[in-house]
């Protein structure tokens, strides 16, 4: 008897730590998600891309990072002439471009009796290969950058690069050659992928050159990052991110409408998510499906899942889907209660201790309060949509409530009524994150919203966006507010800004004021081809009467 107490007792003790390690999806549910993942991925679309020319690199303070690429040369006159008279070549492909690079050497003189050494640097933009990588200062892996020793042993010989790469620009350098021989590159070809194979509907004739310039450039980025998952960006973090997800799905339902690709991630995060039923902010495909282990929980990632869910039902109507994956959604909302004061207001300190992310923006000093209480109220809305398409709403009956009591504590705790604007934090900051977020939440009313959007315009120490990122639910905030002009200014002022800098496709951070700006303090290592820059697609598409006019 005192034995069976003693287990009991143990078995008390255990408990908790036991219900902690259990899974909260069960093995199967998992394993039925990633099937339908499976099932799901796209086949890529290859074509064959020859360079168009050659250029060199000038440095130019008016240029964007200081550097431009002005034509120089043939592709022909590389390939007819000695490449050792041509080492340090820059290569122009003409277009960003994701895949395969392959090129061809032949001895044009005597036989090689000794290997061959190039260094082939791919750029996305003229600075990165004129800015030397080492001593490298950045905060990720020097191994992102893309920089390849390649070594050739017998000729003729056709190297294709095994690393997949991101670029437009190609420098060769020769690193290594007999002198009793010569030898020349003779082809060069690359070999792009992407899941895109529907072209976009044409924008109206009354278009403006620029908005549709923008609408091009933000197209190729889309497609670019359209692999077999939305790509956080093809150069660089090549994996799936939550909050990319969800714009560049937004883009693409209203541009290549690939609804198979948003199904597929939409099931790769839920089979892949925590054991607690949370979702992993980003997730690998290879060697095979896994999540980013030991990285923080990024809350607001977590929530926004809820919203690309519910867009892909509105886009797609299948609602099979949207029902088998309503459990997902509904677990993500479990933890906005978890840092709530007694009046509602969001504490970011409890969040912080806890080990949690908080994104929102690449912007060193934003405080974060304000931005997480609209982004929770706006992703219960969201979900509260969503429960109301599937004839789920008595399972999320607390919502409405919770709404209005996190509203009212964002209105009485965080609204200046002698300025018009809201602050965050114990410091009371002024930023645009927050005013985009309060409006996107609906804590302002339309009238408010118009009021904070105007001043928040003018004010000189507010905390601006560092990326596209923001700046996407800055757009979104003027047009909700009914500012429609100020949000097309917006666009051809910010992403029209990225195009007149030489901008293929749109980049990870931009400030107007600091092109080299990074949050890995070295910009070379920043994409410049990022999902969550491709949002105008999304907005001249859904608004064409105020974007195509």
């Given at each position: 008897?005192?034995?069976?107490?003693?287990?009991?007792?143990?078995?008390?003790?255990?408990?908790?730590?036991?219900?902690?390690?259990?899974?909260?999806?069960?093995?199967?549910?998992?394993?039925?998600?990633?099937?339908?993942?499976?099932?799901?991925?796209?086949?890529?679309?290859?074509?064959?891309?020859?360079?168009?020319?050659?250029?060199?690199?000038?440095?130019?303070?008016?240029?964007?990072?200081?550097?431009?690429?002005?034509?120089?040369?043939?592709?022909?006159?590389?390939?007819?002439?000695?490449?050792?008279?041509?080492?340090?070549?820059?290569?122009?492909?003409?277009?960003?471009?994701?895949?395969?690079?392959?090129?061809?050497?032949?001895?044009?003189?005597?036989?090689?009796?000794?290997?061959?050494?190039?260094?082939?640097?791919?750029?996305?933009?003229?600075?990165?290969?004129?800015?030397?990588?080492?001593?490298?200062p950045g905060g990720l892996?020097?191994?992102?950058?893309?920089?390849?020793?390649?070594?050739?042993?017998?000729?003729?010989?056709?190297?294709?690069?095994?690393?997949?790469?991101?670029?437009?620009?190609?420098?060769?350098?020769?690193?290594?050659?007999?002198?009793?021989?010569?030898?020349?590159?003779?082809?060069?070809?690359?070999?792009?992928?992407?899941?895109?194979?529907?072209?976009?509907?044409?924008?109206?004739?009354?278009?403006?050159?620029?908005?549709?310039?923008?609408?091009?450039?933000?197209?190729?980025?889309?497609?670019?990052?359209m692999q077999t998952v939305?790509?956080?960006?093809?150069?660089?973090?090549?994996?799936?991110?939550?909050?990319?997800?969800?714009?560049?799905?937004?883009?693409?339902?209203?541009?290549?409408?690939n609804h198979q690709l948003?199904?597929?991630?939409?099931?790769?995060?839920?089979?892949?998510?925590?054991?607690?039923?949370?979702?992993?902010?980003?997730?690998?495909?290879?060697?095979?499906?896994?999540?980013?282990?030991?990285?923080?929980?990024?809350?607001?990632?977590?929530?926004?899942?809820?919203?690309?869910?519910?867009?892909?039902?509105?886009?797609?109507?299948?609602?099979?889907?949207?029902?088998?994956?309503?459990?997902?959604?509904?677990?993500?909302?479990?933890?906005?209660?978890?840092?709530?004061?007694?009046?509602?207001?969001?504490?970011?300190?409890?969040?912080?201790?806890?080990?949690?992310?908080?994104?929102?923006?690449?912007?060193?000093?934003?405080?974060?309060?304000?931005?997480?209480?609209?982004?929770?109220?706006?992703?219960?809305?969201?979900?509260?949509?969503?429960?109301?398409?599937?004839?789920?709403?008595?399972?999320?009956?607390?919502?409405?409530?919770?709404?209005?009591?996190?509203?009212?504590?964002?209105?009485?705790?965080?609204?200046?009524?002698?300025?018009?604007?809201?602050?965050?934090?114990?410091?009371?900051?002024?930023?645009?994150?927050?005013?985009?977020?309060?409006?996107?939440?609906?804590?302002?009313?339309?009238?408010?919203?118009?009021?904070?959007?105007?001043?928040?315009?003018?004010?000189?120490?507010?905390?601006?966006?560092?990326?596209?990122?923001?700046?996407?639910?800055?757009?979104?905030?003027?047009?909700?507010?009914?500012?429609?002009?100020?949000?097309?200014?917006?666009?051809?002022?910010?992403?029209?800004?990225?195009?007149?800098?030489?901008?293929?496709?749109?980049?990870?951070?931009?400030?107007?004021?600091?092109?080299?700006?990074?949050?890995?303090?070295?910009?070379?290592?920043?994409?410049?081809?990022?999902?969550?820059?491709?949002?105008?697609?999304?907005?001249?598409?859904?608004?064409?009467?105020?974007?195509?006019?």
């Amino acid at each position: 008897m005192k034995d069976l107490k003693i287990i009991a007792l143990v078995c008390c003790l255990m408990f908790p730590f036991l219900l902690k390690a259990q899974d909260f999806y069960s093995v199967e549910q998992r394993k039925s998600w990633l099937g339908k993942a499976e099932m799901n991925k796209p086949q890529l679309v290859e074509q064959e891309k020859k360079p168009i020319g050659l250029v060199k690199l000038v440095a130019d303070q008016n240029a964007f990072q200081g550097w431009k690429a002005v034509p120089s040369g043939t592709v022909e006159s590389l390939y007819g002439q000695s490449f050792k008279k041509q080492s340090g070549v820059v290569v122009d492909f003409g277009e960003h471009l994701t895949g395969y690079y392959t090129f061809t050497i032949r001895a044009s003189r005597n036989f090689p009796d000794a290997p061959l050494r190039f260094k082939l640097t791919f750029g996305e933009v003229p600075a990165e290969l004129a800015t030397p990588f080492d001593p490298y200062p950045g905060g990720l892996s020097r191994a992102w950058l893309q920089d390849e020793t390649v070594t050739v042993i017998d000729l003729p010989a056709t190297v294709t690069i095994p690393r997949r790469v991101a670029f437009r620009y190609l420098k060769m350098e020769l690193l290594g050659s007999s002198n009793g021989f010569d030898f020349k590159i003779t082809d060069m070809k690359f070999k792009a992928q992407s899941s895109v194979s529907n072209a976009p509907a044409a924008l109206a004739a009354a278009t403006s050159p620029l908005i549709a310039k923008i609408d091009a450039v933000g197209l190729s980025t889309l497609k670019e990052c359209m692999q077999t998952v939305y790509e956080d960006g093809p150069k660089r973090d090549r994996r799936l991110w939550i909050g990319d997800l969800y714009l560049e799905s937004i883009a693409n339902t209203y541009s290549f409408k690939n609804h198979q690709l948003t199904k597929r991630c939409l099931y790769i995060l839920a089979g892949l998510a925590q054991k607690d039923g949370f979702l992993h902010a980003s997730t690998f495909e290879t060697p095979d499906l896994h999540a980013q282990e030991g990285q923080a929980f990024l809350f607001e990632y977590s929530l926004l899942y809820n919203a690309a869910l519910k867009e892909y039902l509105l886009a797609t109507g299948d609602k099979e889907t949207a029902l088998d994956l309503w459990p997902v959604a509904k677990k993500q909302l479990e933890n906005i209660s978890r840092h709530l004061d007694a009046k509602g207001l969001f504490n970011p300190g409890g969040a912080g201790q806890q080990g949690w992310w908080l994104f929102v923006d690449w912007r060193d000093g934003l405080d974060k309060q304000a931005s997480l209480q609209g982004i929770m109220i706006f992703a219960m809305k969201e979900t509260l949509a969503l429960a109301r398409q599937l004839g789920k709403e008595n399972e999320v009956a607390e919502l409405p409530a919770l709404i209005s009591k996190m509203t009212k504590a964002a209105r009485t705790s965080l609204y200046d009524k002698n300025t018009g604007l809201f602050t965050s934090g114990p410091d009371k900051q002024i930023s645009l994150a927050s005013q985009s977020w309060m409006v996107l939440g609906e804590v302002a009313n339309k009238a408010e919203a118009q009021r904070a959007m105007k001043a928040i315009a003018v004010h000189k120490t507010a905390v601006r966006p560092g990326t596209p990122y923001l700046t996407h639910y800055y757009v979104a905030a003027l047009i909700k507010s009914g500012m429609a002009k100020e949000a097309k200014d917006l666009m051809e002022t910010y992403w029209g800004g990225m195009v007149n800098k030489g901008a293929d496709t749109f980049w990870e951070a931009y400030d107007p004021n600091n092109d080299k700006l990074s949050p890995y303090n070295f910009f070379p290592i920043n994409s410049y081809c990022h999902a969550w820059s491709c949002t105008p697609v999304y907005f001249i598409r859904k608004y064409p009467e105020i974007f195509q006019k």
